[in-house]
C-alpha cells in the first residue's frame, strides 16, 4: 500500500514555480521517490499540467545510470521539453550520474527553455564544495524521514492496541519497503539486512571506494549501532576494536561518511555551563529504527531503551527542531557533572528533554536532576511510555511517548 505524505507535499505545492532548485534529500527507502511520484498525480489533477512537460527519469535503474552522462542528460531532457510552457523535470537519485551538478546547473540557467527541477538523493552531501558553492542561494532543501509512528499507527495498524504497535515499530521502524511485511516478523528481517547492505555499498563503499578495507569499515558500521544512543568518539572506537590496527583518522572519516549515507545521524554535546559545542564527542543515532535492527537483531530487549530514545530523536527532527545534547559540566564539580538526553531547538523555543521506558520511583530522581539543574530552558520534560511514580512539582511536566507520537500539540 502508498501511505500519503501529505506534509512533504504540501512543502512541494509550496516551492512550484518558484526559481529554485527543489531537493529532496533522506536515508535510502525513506519515501522520497513516492514523494515525488504524490506531488506528480497533484500537478496532473490539480494544476492540470500536461503529461508531456512533466519529464522523469528514476536512477534507481542503473539501465539509465549506464546510459547517460551528464551532457547527454542534458541533450535529452531539452529534446523532450516543450520551448513554449514550464517544464517539471524530476530527477531521482541523481547523484548516481557523475558530474550530475553540471546537468542541474545547464538546466536551471537555460536561457532558452523554463525548467522547474526537482532532484532527490541519499547522501546528504550531494554536491561537491565547487559546484555547492555554484548552487548557493539557488536550492530550496526538504529532508524527508521515514514514516512517523502516526503515520503507520492509523494506515496500516491491524487492530492492535497502542502499545503493542509501539513494540513493533521499536524494531521495524518506518522504511516504506517494510510496510507490506510489517506483520510478518522473518521478512521484515530479511528486508532490513538487505536494505542496510544496499545502502552501505551504494552510498558508502563504491561513493568512496573502500574496498581493501572492507571488513574493518563494517566492524566499525556494528560498533556505533551497538552503542547507539551513547558517547562516542573516533579515538575510543578506535581503541575499541582490538586486532583492527585502524587509525583515528581512518575511524573518524568511515563513521562522517555513514552520516553522509544518513544511515546514522551525529548529535552534538553541548556544555550547557560553558555555552560551547564539544567538538570530539558526540552520540549517534539511527537513521531508522529498522535500519537499527538490521545490524544489531530484532530482539526489542536488545537496547530498548535506546531504541525508545533513537524513536524519540527522529520524531523531533521531523518536527522540525535542531537537536544537542546537554552537558552540565562544573570544572570546580567534576563529580557532580550531568546529561540532559536532548536539547530540542526551534524558533524562540529551547527544550530540554530526558527521554525513559519507565518512569518510577527508582530513576524519577535520577531523571528530573539533569533538567533541574539547567537554568536557561524554556520547558523541562520527560517523555516516558509508562509512569509509575508520583510527580512532584518542580516545574518538570511529564509528558506519555504515545500520546506524543499521535498528538502534532503534545509538547
Not at 503529461?51 to 539509465?64: A, G, K, P, V, W
Not at 524530476?90 to 542541474?104: G, M, N, R, S, V
Not at 514514516?147 to 492492535?160: A, H, P, R, T
Request: proline share 1%.
Amino acid at each position: 500500500m502508498e501511505i500519503q505524505r501529505k506534509k512533504y507535499v504540501e512543502w512541494l505545492r509550496s516551492e512550484k514555480d518558484r526559481h529554485f532548485i527543489k531537493v529532496l534529500t533522506g536515508i535510502r527507502r525513506c519515501g522520497k521517490s513516492t514523494t515525488l511520484k504524490q506531488f506528480i498525480k497533484v500537478l496532473k489533477n490539480d494544476y492540470q499540467i500536461n503529461e508531456r512537460n512533466i519529464i522523469t527519469y528514476d536512477f534507481n535503474d542503473e539501465r539509465l545510470v549506464k546510459k547517460f552522462t551528464w551532457e547527454s542528460l542534458i541533450n535529452e531532457i531539452e529534446s523532450c521539453a516543450d520551448p513554449q510552457t514550464m517544464n517539471y523535470v524530476f530527477l531521482d537519485e541523481i547523484q548516481e550520474i557523475k558530474e550530475f551538478e553540471h546537468t542541474i546547473i545547464a538546466l536551471f540557467e537555460h536561457t532558452k527553455i523554463q525548467f522547474d527541477i526537482y532532484i532527490t538523493g541519499s547522501n546528504s552531501h550531494m554536491f561537491s564544495n565547487e559546484l555547492a558553492t555554484r548552487l548557493t542561494g539557488r536550492t530550496s532543501t526538504l529532508k524527508i524521514y521515514p514514516l512517523s509512528f502516526k503515520e503507520l499507527y492509523e494506515n496500516i495498524n491491524q487492530n492492535e492496541d497502542v502499545q503493542k504497535f509501539l513494540q513493533r515499530y521499536l524494531i521495524q521502524g518506518g522504511l516504506g519497503i517494510m510496510i507490506n511485511d510489517y506483520y510478518h516478523r522473518a521478512k521484515s528481517e530479511e528486508t532490513a539486512k538487505l536494505i542496510i547492505n544496499d545502502t552501505i555499498e551504494k552510498d558508502v563503499t563504491n561513493r568512496h571506494h573502500i574496498i581493501a578495507d572492507i571488513h574493518a569499515f563494517r566492524k566499525i558500521i556494528d560498533f556505533v549501532f551497538i552503542h547507539v544512543g551513547r558517547d562516542i568518539n573516533s579515538l575510543n572506537v578506535s581503541r575499541n576494536l582490538i586486532g583492527s590496527n585502524i587509525s583515528y583518522k581512518t575511524v573518524f572519516n568511515y563513521i562522517t561518511w555513514i552520516c553522509e549515507a544518513q544511515i546514522l545521524q551525529n548529535v552534538p554535546y553541548y556544555n550547557i555551563k560553558g555555552k560551547q559545542t564539544l567538538k570530539y564527542n558526540s552520540k549517534y543515532y539511527a537513521g531508522d529504527l529498522g535500519i537499527l535492527s538490521g545490524s544489531i537483531g530484532f530482539d526489542l530487549e536488545n537496547a530498548k531503551g535506546y531504541r525508545l530514545e533513537n524513536l524519540v530523536y527522529l520524531e523531533l527532527l521531523s518536527r522540525g527542531y535542531q537537536i544537542l545534547t546537554g552537558f552540565n559540566h562544573d570544572n570546580k564539580k567534576p563529580k557532580t557533572s550531568t546529561a540532559v538526553d536532548f536539547i530540542a531547538i526551534k524558533d524562540d523555543e529551547k527544550i530540554y528533554l530526558q527521554v525513559t521506558y519507565e518512569l518510577n520511583d527508582h530513576n524519577y530522581i535520577r531523571e528530573c536532576e539533569p533538567l533541574l539543574t539547567a537554568k536557561n530552558a524554556t520547558k523541562k520534560i520527560i517523555i516516558t511510555n509508562a509512569m509509575n511514580a508520583i510527580p512532584q512539582d518542580n516545574g518538570i511536566r511529564i509528558v506519555y511517548l504515545t500520546k506524543w507520537l499521535l498528538d502534532q500539540q503534545a509538547l
